[in-house]
């Protein structure tokens, strides 16, 4: 009995790790999705007349751009985050049932 609470305790600070390692991954692979906006930003403003000066034309293009490619980052770090954790319980739960059941 006491080695179950010691493997749920150890499920518990594994699953607090796991919500903001995933969090931030998923959160990460959200905000790279802009990524082509940055580029093409870069390309835009080498291109034109005065590649100093934040011209008009690109900001506003990198500005519909890049918010539209990241606005669901939120979701998937929430996804990344959250959801393998019960996966993994339930597979975990359901190994330490099928041990027992042989065990009998």
Not at 1 to 12: D, E, F, S
Not at 33 to 50: H, I, L, P, Y
Not at 69 to 94: E, M
Request: positive net charge.
């Amino acid at each position: 009995m006491m080695r179950l609470k010691t493997w749920r305790r150890a499920g518990v600070i594994l699953s607090i790790v796991w919500l903001l390692v995933g969090g931030y991954w998923g959160n990460s692979a959200g905000l790279h999705r802009g990524d082509f906006a940055v580029k093409q930003f870069a390309v835009c403003m080498e291109n034109s007349g005065t590649p100093g000066n934040a011209s008009g034309v690109c900001l506003d293009q990198f500005d519909k751009d890049y918010a539209e490619a990241i606005k669901d980052h939120w979701r998937n770090a929430l996804i990344a985050g959250i959801v393998p954790i019960p996966v993994v319980w339930l597979l975990v739960y359901g190994l330490i049932g099928l041990v027992r059941r042989r065990r009998l």
